[in-house]
């Protein structure tokens, strides 16, 4: 478990790895709030809701309103459920909270009920803002994106599920993001539930293996020694190749013709048992000489 904030280079490569879509705004990787406060240790990761509806919140969060500076938040998350990198570092999405809230969050506890205010936030929680106005659901391509999104950092951190909030949950006055009606947070357990799946299924898995290579290797076929050339089956030739194809005769059935031997010196024994040899192949005259070539060879020590 790691509390050293993400660099830039880290968070593509870990939303990469989660299949979490995404877009760089701007100078996003060093627009932050550092010179403002603290960023780090980061101990979660803090979802919120903007409250409006429209299509592109990207310059919103990126700037900020009055009295509230961007970057609004690290992450946006627009409505056809893609992340876009808004600000690295320090963002002003979570304000003051619950000292018990982060106490918890830090240490994967159960969350207590917030009830005070005096802890700075934003030095300690990512936080993704998401394009909608919380009076109603956000879109389903939203809500798998934001799974992806939250393992991603839960990955790298090594955290669990348990290092998730609602900013509703986290003590500041009057906010009940992220909304699915009216003043209505979502049920942040269940939205756990489903983080916790997503980072469990480990994307690395999803990757189709190779397939896998038969485990018995077919048998390599009896290697057949180079012939080595008609020159040593003549009339008074005398060499070791004459005794290894004695010998392949013999082994072959040919064992009759050979009262003695098989020897190194070329006999009439040698040349009458390859010519048999040859005439079990179906070959004649030409072809059944008894002086053995290369076809001769090659299906003898096959
Ligand atoms: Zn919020």
């Given at each position: 478990m790691t509390t050293t904030p993400m660099t830039p280079t880290q968070i593509k490569a870990q939303l990469k790895k989660f299949g979490a879509p995404f877009k760089e705004y701007?100078?996003?990787?060093?627009?932050?709030?550092n010179h403002k406060g603290p960023w780090g240790p980061v101990h979660g990761f803090m979802v919120h809701h903007t409250g409006s509806d429209s299509k592109d919140q990207r310059e919103l969060l990126y700037r900020g309103i009055t009295d509230l500076p961007g970057p609004l938040a690290q992450f946006g998350l627009s409505q056809d459920g893609t992340v876009h990198?808004?600000?690295?570092?320090?963002?002003?999405?979570?304000g003051l909270g619950d000292d018990d809230v982060l106490h918890a969050v830090k240490n994967e506890l159960k969350l207590p009920q917030d009830n005070e205010s005096?802890?700075?936030g934003n030095r300690h929680f990512y936080g993704v803002e998401i394009?909608?106005?919380?009076s109603h659901k956000m879109t389903e391509a939203q809500y798998a994106t934001l799974r992806k999104l939250a393992a991603a950092v839960l990955d790298f951190h090594g955290w669990?599920?348990?290092?998730v909030i609602g900013h509703g949950e986290?003590?500041?006055?009057g906010k009940w993001d992220?909304?699915?009606?009216?003043g209505k947070m979502m049920g942040m357990d269940d939205v756990r539930k489903d983080i916790k799946a997503t980072l469990a299924k480990?994307?690395?898995?999803?990757k189709p293996k190779p397939p896998s290579k038969p485990t018995t290797p077919a048998k390599p076929k009896p290697s057949i020694p180079a012939f080595?050339?008609?020159?040593?089956?003549?009339?008074g030739a005398k060499n070791s190749y004459v005794t290894m194809l004695g010998r392949q005769l013999v082994k072959k059935?040919?064992?009759?013709?050979?009262?003695?031997?098989?020897?190194?010196q070329w006999t009439a024994v040698d040349r009458a048992a390859v010519r048999a040899f040859q005439t079990a192949q179906g070959w004649a005259g030409s072809n059944a000489d008894g002086y053995p070539g290369p076809e001769t060879w090659k299906r003898l020590f096959s």
């Open positions: 701007k100078d996003w990787d060093s627009h932050n709030r990198l808004i600000g690295w570092g320090r963002a002003n999405h979570a005096n802890t700075d394009w909608y106005s919380g669990s599920e348990k290092s986290w003590g500041s006055p992220p909304g699915y009606a009216t480990k994307p690395d898995d999803e080595p050339g008609t020159y040593y089956f003549r009339p059935g040919y064992k009759r013709f050979y009262k003695v031997g098989p020897g190194a």
